[in-house]
T-cell receptor, first 115, second 115 residues
Framework: KAGVTQTPRYLIKTRGQQVTLSCSPI?????VSWYQQTPGQGLQFLFE???????NKGNFPGRFSGRQFSNSRSEMNVSTLELGDSALYLC??????????????FGPGTRLTVT | AQSVSQHNHHVILSEAASLELGCNYS??????LFWYVQYPGQHLQLLLK??????LVKGIKGFEAEFIKSKFSFNLRKPSVQWSDTAEYFC?????????????FGSGTRLSIRP
C-alpha cells in the first residue's frame, strides 16, 4: 500500500508570497492532519480534516488554512509568508472516525524556506 | 493547557549502553501515549503506543515504555542501544477520546550513538 505523499518536497518562497502544499493520504484513510516541525519546537499541530471538514485546529494565525477534497487529499495554504514560517510541514493520515487508537502515518514533509 | 515535556534535548551514548528517555505530560484525564522515531532522512514512524491495559508496552526494535499514571510519565527504554538507533525521538499524547488526530508532541530528543 502506498504511503502518505506530499508535494512539493522542497519550496523556496519570499516574504509576502503565499504557498500551497499538498498531501495525499494512504488509500482508505479519511483523516489528514498537518503539523509544523521546527528545530527546538518539535511538531506543532496545525489542523485536522475529516470527511472534508475541519475537525480540529491548533493555535496558528489565520494565514494558515487548509481544505480536504472528496478523495481525502488535502491542501494547506499559507498566505503572506513570514521568515518564521520556514519549517518542515508534515502531513499525517489515519483511518479516522474518532477512535484514538488509530496510528498516524506520516509523509516525508515539505521543506519550506522563506527568504 | 495540555503539554508534553521531553527534558533531554540531546543524548549521547556508546553502543550497548542502556537508554532511558524521559517524557512527562500535563493532563489529568484519560490519555493515549505514543513514541515516534525519525531516523535521518526518513519519515516519522511509530515506535510504540499505550491506550490501556498493561502499563509496560513493547514496541519495535527492542524498545519499551512504561506508563506511570501517578507521575504523568511515559519514559522510553532500551536495554542495549545500537548505532542504528541514532535518530530523533518524539513523545506524543492524545488527550481524551474525541479524535485520533489532535496529538500533542514533545519537542523531541536527539539520540546519538557512538560506534
Amino acid at each position: 500500500k502506498a504511503g502518505v505523499t506530499q508535494t512539493p518536497r522542497y519550496l523556496i518562497k519570499t516574504r509576502g508570497q503565499q504557498v500551497t502544499l499538498s498531501c495525499s493520504p494512504i488509500s482508505g484513510h479519511r483523516s489528514v492532519s498537518w503539523y509544523q516541525q521546527t528545530p527546538g519546537q518539535g511538531l506543532q499541530f496545525l489542523f485536522e480534516y475529516f470527511s472534508e471538514t475541519q475537525r480540529n485546529k491548533g493555535n496558528f494565525p489565520g494565514r494558515f488554512s487548509g481544505r480536504q477534497f472528496s478523495n481525502s487529499r488535502s491542501e494547506m495554504n499559507v498566505s503572506t509568508l513570514e521568515l518564521g514560517d520556514s519549517a518542515l510541514y508534515l502531513c499525517a493520515s489515519t483511518i479516522g472516525g474518532g477512535s484514538p487508537s488509530y496510528e498516524q502515518y506520516f509523509g516525508p514533509g515539505t521543506r519550506l524556506t522563506v527568504t | 493547557a495540555q503539554s508534553v515535556s521531553q527534558h533531554n534535548h540531546h543524548v549521547i551514548l556508546s553502543e550497548a549502553a542502556s537508554l532511558e528517555l524521559g517524557c512527562n505530560y500535563s493532563y489529568g484525564g484519560t490519555v493515549n501515549l505514543f513514541w515516534y522515531v525519525q531516523y535521518p532522512g526518513q519519515h516519522l514512524q511509530l515506535l510504540l503506543k499505550y491506550f490501556s491495559g498493561d502499563p509496560l508496552v513493547k514496541g519495535i526494535k527492542g524498545f519499551e515504555a512504561e506508563f506511570i499514571k501517578s507521575k504523568f510519565s511515559f519514559n522510553l527504554r532500551k536495554p542495549s542501544v545500537q548505532w542504528s538507533d541514532t535518530a530523533e525521538y518524539f513523545c506524543a499524547v492524545n488527550v481524551g477520546y474525541s479524535s485520533a488526530s489532535k496529538i500533542i508532541f514533545g519537542s523531541g530528543t536527539r539520540l546519538s550513538i557512538r560506534p
